[in-house]
């Protein structure tokens, strides 16, 4: 198995939208520590020209607090979740997908016919990737904080004294990108095409995100926001939003009360198992069933 999984890393590691996707990903944690130092500097100049107060003293404080370690480990925790996760859906389902297409599949299995053995070293390759990212996020998002507080005047904080809960913040980011890489599997082996694995992937995210958007300004009602709480979105939010209480960044506390509302942890945990499992039967399942010889 060992031996698999080495085959399908070396495989992925090599492939070029890897370098680019990092690249997006490097930019975007960039952007996401650097936006509000444009934010908070433009506040006065559009006050001066009569626009009135742009941002009152609140909000300069809650945008300097998302940038200023500790609670900047928040900030990065919550963009290995979001962007992160999203650049490895894309990732994940051409990684899958392309092996029908380029028609490696077959050659794979030919000398290995044991499918669930090939579904999961592609799995625990794009795991091994996940906790790669994480990894790279500390200090990436260490050097970022570090450099938009000292942009904004901040006192200098190592954001090292909260080692145990970095550490749990970052198990926890992990953890929570499994379920979506066992949604990419499966869109990928479904759609048998690197093109058709990303457009079902993207389009099941984007869905989430769209009833989240009407869950949070309770569009639907109290029911809605119930029934919203058994996607698989808002079950990894319910582990990422422990994070930011960690961090003293909850999102009701930095946006206001927007309302947002996530399963209980036990909840949580176990819609996330059933979620994983689910998907990875059916990756299997249509895996089983095709004729890889034809």
């Given at each position: 198995m060992i031996s698999a999984v080495a085959a399908q890393w070396l495989v992925l590691r090599r492939r070029p939208m890897l370098k680019v996707l990092l690249a997006v990903y490097v930019l975007l944690m960039a952007l996401q520590f650097f936006a509000p130092i444009g934010?908070?500097?433009?506040?006065?100049?559009?006050?001066s020209l009569g626009a009135g107060n742009a941002l009152n003293d609140a909000t300069i404080a809650a945008l300097q607090q998302t940038v200023q370690l500790p609670s900047a480990w928040?900030?990065?925790?919550?963009?290995?979740?979001?962007?992160?996760?999203?650049?490895?859906?894309?990732?994940a389902a051409s990684f899958v997908g392309s092996d029908y297409q380029w028609g490696l599949s077959r050659g794979l299995l030919a000398r290995d016919p044991r499918r669930g053995r090939y579904l999961l070293a592609k799995l625990l390759a794009l795991v091994l990737l996940a906790g790669a990212l994480v990894l790279l996020s500390l200090p990436l998002g260490m050097l970022c904080a570090w450099s938009a507080s000292a942009a904004l005047g901040l006192p200098f904080q190592s954001g090292l004294a909260v080692w145990p809960d970095v550490l749990r913040g970052a198990l926890i980011a992990w953890l929570g990108l499994w379920p979506y890489l066992a949604l990419a599997t499966m869109c990928g082996t479904l759609g048998r095409s690197a093109a058709t694995g990303i457009a079902a992937t993207l389009g099941y995210w984007l869905l989430e995100i769209g009833l989240g958007f009407i869950s949070v300004f309770q569009m639907l009602g109290a029911l809605g926001q119930f029934l919203y709480t058994?996607?698989?979105?808002?079950?990894?939010?319910?582990?990422?939003?422990?994070t930011r209480r960690a961090f003293n960044l909850e999102l009701g506390q930095t946006f206001g009360q927007v309302g947002v509302v996530f399963p209980d942890l036990l909840r949580a945990t176990l819609q996330l198992l059933l979620y994983t499992v689910i998907f990875l039967l059916l990756a299997w399942w249509s895996l089983r069933r095709r004729d890889l010889r034809a």
């Open positions: 934010l908070v500097r433009l506040a006065p100049q559009l006050e928040a900030t990065i925790f919550g963009q290995v979740n979001g962007i992160g996760g999203l650049l490895l859906l894309i990732l058994f996607s698989l979105a808002q079950s990894v939010g319910a582990w990422t939003e422990e």
